[in-house]
């Protein structure tokens, strides 16, 4: 058994104690409470840190950690240039995509995991569409849930992609991750696609992770097939043959209809979610992930947060990807949004987004995201200023530094 002590511990679960510790054994958290209650009960190495806070690991409730070295490939493979619309950013991206080898994303893959844990990320909510990279998450620190990514319309790509997610699936997952599926979007699937995904949902119980209105493209596609997502993806993809005739709904009235939407299920963005959808989403139990620094990357608008908050939808932080954000920093994305939503959250709120929140999101609310017994030993140490007199969560989020990163007791990263 190893204790660990600092002048303060917040569990996030819990109100914060002053002068407060954790025992860990086995890779789990024992104990938690004073110093003075955990040293008298337990018998174990202390390891003091003054001046610092002991806080659960970060939460990246939604990332591609394939597109880590998107930046550099721009560059590298010719295709840099500044897209002027959202589609035209997603057409981007599979050009670039298209023109990697294998050895390339596996390098990004790891680079992504790397850079997750030196900036306190313990567990992720991934989007993973190349099954064949899993065991790199697999034997890697970090935790979590891995949505196998299903995008298809010709029959023939559904049945390949299908079959791959069915094989993964039914794998002996090693590790600290788990299972999920996520159909990519309203516009990328079949009909036979959502459905044969949400039969396999049912069936396997695995929870649904969706990007939805991210964009107004979205909508206009949903409601009468026109737009740039008809215009121009489309065509590109080589999909016109399979442009629907108008559907006049909206994106979640169309998960809705394929039984998609239901407690479990994850819907990122939400930028352009209108009223009777956040009825809808809050109806069915589905939580929302916030990517605000992408959103704005993209020009695509601001999510309506006080509309989901009044709601009562469960809300997490994620950085999606570095082809729409600056860093895979949870504490970075935490500030942008303070400061993008002044009136509309505390940091104490904000800080629980970006633990505990998000790990019931992603259906690991019961192994990470908080201090507490029998939990993973996943922490940070984070170093804070002295004598400030502001909120500790404050503190954390605006003003702390990492200092050392723990998964499963073990510290991984020391600054």
């Given at each position: 058994m190893k204790i660990?002590?600092?002048s303060?511990?917040?569990?996030?679960?819990?109100?914060?104690l002053?002068?407060?510790?954790?025992?860990?054994?086995?890779?789990?958290?024992a104990?938690m409470?004073t110093?003075?209650h955990?040293t008298?009960?337990?018998?174990?190495?202390?390891?003091?840190?003054?001046?610092c806070?002991?806080i659960?690991?970060?939460?990246n409730?939604?990332?591609?950690l394939?597109?880590?070295?998107?930046?550099?490939?721009?560059?590298r493979?010719g295709?840099?240039?500044?897209?002027?619309t959202?589609?035209?950013?997603?057409?981007?991206?599979?050009k670039?995509?298209?023109?990697l080898?294998r050895?390339?994303?596996?390098?990004s893959?790891?680079?992504g995991?790397?850079?997750?844990l030196?900036?306190?990320?313990t567990?992720?909510?991934?989007i993973l569409?190349d099954?064949?990279?899993?065991p790199?998450y697999?034997?890697?620190?970090?935790?979590?849930?891995?949505?196998?990514?299903?995008i298809g319309?010709?029959?023939d790509?559904?049945?390949?992609?299908?079959?791959?997610i069915?094989?993964?699936?039914?794998?002996?997952?090693?590790?600290?991750?788990r299972?999920?599926?996520?159909?990519?979007a309203?516009?990328t699937?079949?009909p036979?696609?959502?459905?044969?995904?949400r039969?396999?949902a049912e069936?396997?119980?695995?929870?649904?992770?969706?990007?939805?209105s991210?964009?107004?493209?979205?909508?206009?596609f949903?409601?009468?097939?026109?737009?740039a997502?008809?215009?121009?993806l489309?065509?590109f993809?080589?999909?016109?043959e399979?442009?629907?005739a108008?559907?006049?709904?909206?994106?979640?009235?169309?998960?809705?209809?394929?039984?998609l939407?239901?407690?479990?299920a994850t819907a990122?963005?939400?930028?352009?979610?209108?009223?009777?959808?956040?009825?809808l989403?809050?109806?069915?139990?589905?939580?929302?992930?916030?990517?605000?620094?992408?959103?704005?990357?993209?020009?695509v608008g601001?999510?309506?947060v006080?509309r989901l908050?009044?709601?009562?939808?469960p809300?997490?932080?994620?950085?999606?990807s570095l082809?729409?954000?600056?860093?895979?920093?949870?504490?970075?994305?935490?500030?942008?949004?303070?400061?993008?939503?002044?009136d509309?959250?505390s940091?104490?709120?904000?800080?629980?987004?970006?633990?505990?929140?998000?790990a019931?999101c992603?259906g690991?609310?019961?192994?990470t995201?908080s201090?507490?017994?029998?939990?993973r030993?996943?922490?940070?140490?984070v170093?804070?200023?002295?004598?400030?007199?502001?909120?500790l969560?404050?503190?954390?989020i605006?003003?702390g530094?990492?200092?050392?990163?723990?998964v499963?007791?073990?510290?991984l990263?020391a600054a």
């Amino acid at each position: 058994m190893k204790i660990y002590a600092a002048s303060h511990l917040y569990p996030v679960s819990s109100p914060s104690l002053e002068g407060g510790a954790i025992a860990v054994e086995n890779g789990r958290i024992a104990d938690m409470g004073t110093r003075e209650h955990i040293t008298a009960l337990h018998d174990g190495p202390v390891t003091e840190y003054p001046g610092c806070a002991i806080i659960p690991g970060l939460v990246n409730a939604h990332s591609h950690l394939e597109l880590t070295h998107f930046p550099s490939w721009k560059i590298r493979k010719g295709i840099d240039y500044s897209p002027r619309t959202y589609i035209d950013w997603i057409i981007q991206v599979i050009k670039i995509r298209r023109a990697l080898t294998r050895r390339e994303v596996e390098q990004s893959v790891l680079e992504g995991i790397r850079i997750s844990l030196e900036s306190g990320t313990t567990a992720l909510g991934e989007i993973l569409s190349d099954v064949s990279l899993l065991p790199l998450y697999q034997s890697s620190p970090l935790g979590g849930r891995i949505y196998l990514e299903a995008i298809g319309q010709a029959p023939d790509r559904c049945d390949t992609v299908l079959s791959a997610i069915c094989e993964s699936v039914r794998r002996e997952w090693d590790g600290a991750f788990r299972p999920g599926v996520s159909p990519h979007a309203p516009y990328t699937l079949s009909p036979a696609l959502f459905r044969a995904v949400r039969e396999l949902a049912e069936r396997r119980s695995l929870p649904l992770a969706v990007h939805l209105s991210e964009s107004r493209d979205e909508l206009s596609f949903l409601f009468d097939s026109s737009g740039a997502i008809a215009e121009k993806l489309y065509p590109f993809v080589d999909w016109m043959e399979y442009l629907p005739a108008p559907l006049r709904t909206t994106p979640a009235g169309y998960l809705d209809g394929f039984g998609l939407l239901r407690p479990g299920a994850t819907a990122v963005h939400c930028v352009h979610v209108s009223p009777s959808e956040v009825d809808l989403l809050k109806a069915r139990g589905v939580a929302v992930v916030l990517c605000p620094r992408s959103n704005e990357k993209l020009d695509v608008g601001k999510a309506p947060v006080r509309r989901l908050k009044r709601a009562g939808i469960p809300l997490a932080l994620g950085t999606d990807s570095l082809a729409s954000n600056d860093s895979l920093s949870i504490l970075d994305e935490a500030r942008f949004l303070l400061r993008q939503f002044p009136d509309d959250f505390s940091h104490a709120e904000v800080l629980r987004m970006s633990t505990l929140s998000g790990a019931e999101c992603i259906g690991m609310g019961q192994e990470t995201g908080s201090l507490e017994k029998g939990k993973r030993g996943d922490f940070l140490v984070v170093e804070l200023p002295s004598h400030s007199g502001r909120d500790l969560s404050q503190d954390i989020i605006e003003h702390g530094r990492i200092r050392e990163v723990f998964v499963r007791g073990e510290a991984l990263v020391a600054a």
